[in-house]
């Protein structure tokens, strides 16, 4: 499909929206100051650090709460209902706000709102939000915020849109050492279950040379981890001159020391040839989070997956031969409608089958103009919260000792922070993209060392350096 991408004289206009914003807000008493939070998955926290990098260009600095802000923006999350629960709860929490400082702006933005229902919803409840925005106009965010400063109106803007690619925003990254870099947007798959399409658009893909010269820019400001982000990475490039495993490999020929990461892996397209690259790689993480959702053929084809249990195992088998330390992960769903106890038995024994390092599990979430949304439900809630403590439990007896291999190994590991428990605990993470605490000076933060492997916790490793 051919790709949508955003105009240089559309991205010179918002540059233009941005200086007024700037020149607005200028006129404050102090410098203003937004609050931002991110819901949901990685695509939205990328999202906001463009959202903040234009922000930042429009003169704001930044606050970790929204009692002083002059700006509230949330991103939101449609996947799961409790995840959209949670935002209407958090702008109800800013009424007093708004009433104690009624210039303060709160915009509501992503993928809930993209939703006409939700949005009116939105606009009904709290009219004292400013500004609502979907998914597709987030690169014309200074332009709408400037309209809110000029005219004071409520701005809802929410096009319908198979989706765009806004390549050259200013971004503001969470991280000096980790930063993420979407290829992709979209998705074209239509799991029966998901809201992703419906508010996302269309799969569409960055061009290779762009995400090159990004991920080398980045190596050389330092950068150390790279999360490569796509609904569904196996994807990548379809119809182009690079797919998803030649866009690897053109990545594994930088030079530095990085590791790049991605996700998600759509088993449905997860071919020999990217697990082949990854254990040739110098630089791809050992980490494959590959969700199954279902150990029943029978739901995995209701889900509309294209996949069955015995292509994923072959997968699974497939990359832990070729990657003996892979950290192979999934996602869960339970209670998918019409999924009977004996359906639900088989993807306890898909787990025990696969092992996996951890996984994400899921209730099953009803989300409005999805197929499955139609689709008879017929077990009780209280049934499938039985079910899920009964998949947490199986987890955790595999998850118990999943790490237990890695004992007695040395591993290289990027320094990524302070620990928890006690002054000098640092905390970093290892090819696999596992957790690993170990003792050692602040300045190493940033930087990659050896860790021997003393002890395998649940969630975590523990060891100590043995070199820098
Ligand atoms: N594109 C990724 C893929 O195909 O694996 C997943 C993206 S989705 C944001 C992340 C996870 O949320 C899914 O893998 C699925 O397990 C879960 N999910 C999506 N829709 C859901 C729903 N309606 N109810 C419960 N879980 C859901
Ligand atoms: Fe949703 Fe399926 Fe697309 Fe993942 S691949 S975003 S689960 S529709």
């Given at each position: 499909m051919a790709v949508t991408r955003v105009s240089n004289e559309e991205l010179d206009d918002q540059r233009l929206f941005m200086q007024r914003v700037r020149a607005v807000t200028h006129v404050f008493d102090h410098r203003p100051l937004a609050y931002t939070h991110s819901y949901g998955c990685q695509q939205n926290v990328s999202d906001s650090?463009?959202?903040?990098?234009?922000?930042?260009?429009?003169?704001?600095?930044f606050t970790d709460k929204p009692d002083n802000a002059d700006l509230v923006l949330y991103n939101t999350c449609a996947v799961r209902e409790n995840a959209e629960n949670r935002v209407f709860g958090n702008v109800g929490a800013l009424k007093h706000l708004k009433q104690r400082n009624p210039d303060m702006v709160i915009a509501v933005c992503g993928c809930m709102v993209q939703q006409e229902h939700i949005a009116e919803r939105m606009r009904q409840r709290f009219p004292y939000v400013d500004l609502i925005f979907g998914t597709h106009v987030?690169?014309?965010?200074?332009?709408?915020?400037?309209?809110?400063?000029?005219?004071?109106?409520?701005?809802?803007?929410?096009?319908?849109?198979?989706?765009?690619?806004?390549?050259?925003?200013?971004?503001?990254?969470?991280?000096?050492?980790?930063?993420?870099?979407?290829?992709?947007?979209?998705?074209?798959?239509?799991?029966?279950?998901?809201?992703?399409?419906k508010v996302r658009g269309r799969e569409r893909s960055r061009s290779a040379d762009e995400i090159v010269s990004e991920v080398s820019g980045l190596i050389a400001e330092?950068?150390?981890?790279?999360?490569?982000?796509?609904?569904?990475?196996?994807?990548?490039?379809?119809?182009?001159?690079?797919?998803?495993?030649?866009?690897?490999?053109?990545l594994d020929a930088l030079d530095g020391e990085f590791v790049v990461s991605f996700m998600t892996s759509h088993p449905r397209d997860c071919s020999h040839e990217l697990i082949d690259v990854i254990a040739d790689s110098r630089h791809i993480s050992h980490h494959l989070h590959l969700p199954v959702q279902s150990g029943s053929d029978r739901i995995l084809k209701l889900m509309n997956r294209h996949y069955?249990?015995?292509?994923?195992?072959?997968?699974?088998?497939?990359?832990?031969?070729?990657?003996?330390?892979?950290?192979?992960?999934?996602?869960?769903?339970?209670g998918f409608p019409g999924e009977t106890y004996e359906d639900f038995k088989q993807t306890l024994d898909l787990m025990r089958r696969v092992k996996y390092d951890s996984a994400f599990t899921f209730i099953y979430s009803r989300r409005e103009g999805t197929k499955a949304a139609e689709m008879d439900d017929p077990v009780s809630d209280e049934e499938k919260g039985k079910w899920f403590r009964e998949l947490l439990d199986v987890q955790g007896e595999i998850g118990e000792k999943a790490y237990e291999k890695y004992v007695g190994r040395t591993m290289r590991v990027l320094c990524e922070g302070k620990g928890r428990t006690y002054e000098t605990l640092l905390t970093g993470k290892s090819r696999q993209n596992i957790i690993v605490d170990f003792a050692g000076e602040e300045s190493l933060l940033g930087s990659f060392v050896d860790v021997k492997i003393t002890k395998a916790l649940p969630w975590a490793l523990k060891g100590e350096i043995t070199a820098t």
């Open positions: 650090e463009k959202l903040d990098g234009m922000l930042e260009q429009m003169g704001f600095g987030q690169h014309r965010f200074p332009e709408l915020l400037y309209s809110i400063y000029e005219k004071r109106n409520r701005v809802v803007c929410i096009p319908e849109s198979d989706g765009v690619v806004a390549e050259g925003l200013p971004i503001r990254r969470d991280s000096r050492f980790k930063a993420s870099v979407p290829i992709m947007y979209g998705c074209n798959n239509f799991c029966t279950f998901c809201i992703v399409p330092g950068y150390r981890e790279i999360l490569l982000l796509g609904q569904n990475v196996n994807s990548y490039g379809k119809g182009g001159d690079t797919d998803f495993p030649g866009l690897l490999r053109k069955d249990t015995a292509k994923y195992l072959e997968l699974a088998d497939y990359a832990r031969a070729r990657i003996p330390d892979i950290q192979l992960t999934t996602d869960i769903i339970v």
